[in-house]
């Protein structure tokens, strides 16, 4: 069925009227002491979790690249070819599938050329971000930093300040094999000069990178474009570009920002205006969740109020509006010849002001508390609750800067309690989603009275208030190589309120259930170099089966990864 907006949303109306009936059967049925229901629906499969929806993001900014993931070859910080170990070591612990970079709005004056040979002969720029650039970071070390991870590189290109020219000069650059490279005319067969430049560089071997980003916030940053100008762009620089392979390169182009989705319904509109297949794989979305309720980039990470751990998650929720409203704007707009498009949901977070910066030249850095723990917990849960509409995500930022995974200075490191919600979410990633209903009182937010504030660096919008925090919320997927166990996610927002609630497979038994819990008494409560293990998950306190079902409490503020086993 073709879901547009109207029926995504009918859709959704549809699911909460059902839900509350579901609500008063499965009450009614079962104990009177739980407080809510969790209901998985394995006979309605959703799409396979695409593990890229577990993706990261590193600019050059701030402390994010210097000193975050790069400390130098001759460093004393343990590296791996100048790339801190640490934050190797988490990623892949965490099995990340993909690492975007440049940028950010430092990709579109970012001209790749300046990042590769000699280090000593590269140039010095000033570049975005009011940052004096040496450029010692650049394409080698970015590759080099994904093979260390063990994870694929996602390329954002310079669509604002380069020509098209040096968008498939790059390509042919990272991709051209070794060797002669066979020629599809009468000329013979002989090496590519990129190639082999990219060998005298040290690498021989092609980078192979298939995901491409066509500019980053071309409404704001990346050009202050309209969406028809940014369309005309796009198909310029997508309409030939070198390919080494049978399987098409993925580009991404730019949609609107939060829940802008005239941008992304004129943009196209725009783009199948000539009517040739176009190259597109997914539409780059970007949300970041304010610390404060009436301004962006505002608030504390560390400061906050009940009221503000309420709004801030209620406000967090909105992502799921944006995942439907964008995927509908796709639908509406779809033509018969072209792709089908997801989204890619490259930017993600919280922002909050500068307060708890880790030092005064790490831009943008902030801690990261249990509330931003929530967080990821929910935004993660609505990715996975849409499998079948977003094909892949990044967090902003991996290290050092907003939404961070990874504080580092120096030789000092630690994770964030986000860190730990991306490891327990772990057995999601490449699992199939399955339909589950949640039925739990909702929390009003105490804060929402006005539009709420959206922005990232150069623009600043606003989506209309939200009013009601789900007081339980989550997905579920059975395992790709056991249909009899399950991963259920869960994040319980209330800061007082254990939840004790009764969870049913619809057609199945549950024989048994072990888990992980995130949780803490104070939701202030975070990392730091001192003390690097305040926040970290423990063994979940498992409830009681009777009838097939499991009857859990969630404590209050947690996040619980449950592992269940179907008899
Ligand atoms: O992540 C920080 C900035 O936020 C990025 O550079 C930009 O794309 C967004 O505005």
Redesign the pocket.
Known sequence: MKITRRTALKSSAAAAAALALRGARLFSQGSTSVDAHIDILPAEPIATISPEIYGHFI?Q?GGVVYDGVWVGTDSKVANTGGVRQSFIDALKSIKAPLLRWP????ADSYDWRDGIGAPGSRPARTAFWSQQETNRYGLHEFMHTCRAIGCKPYLAADLRTLPARDFYQEIEYCNAPAGNVPSNSAAPAVPDTLAAQRAANGDREPFNVDLWGVG??SW??GGNLDPEEYAAMFRRFTSWTPSYSRTPLRFVAVGGNGDDVDFTRRMFKALYSNSERRHIFGLSV?Y?TSGSASEFAAGDALKFSNGEYYDLLTRGSITERIVLDHFGAINDTQQPNQPHVKLVFD?WGAWYGPGTRLAQNYN?SQQSTMRDALLTGITLDIFQRHADKVAAACV??TIN??HSLVLAMGDQSCVTPTYHVFRMYMPHQGAQSVRTQFSAAGIPNPLANAPIPVG???YAGSIDASKILAGLSGSASISPSNPKLLTLTVVNPHLDKPMTTEIAVAGASIASASGTVLSEPDVHAHNDFAHPDAVKPSAATVGSTSGGRLTHTFPAASVTSLQITLA
């Not at 940028?103 to 430092?106: A, L």
């Open positions: 600019e900014l940028g950010g709005c430092f980053n916030e704001g940053c970007h970041y930017e943008l902003a930022q800067c907003l990232g660096n150069s």
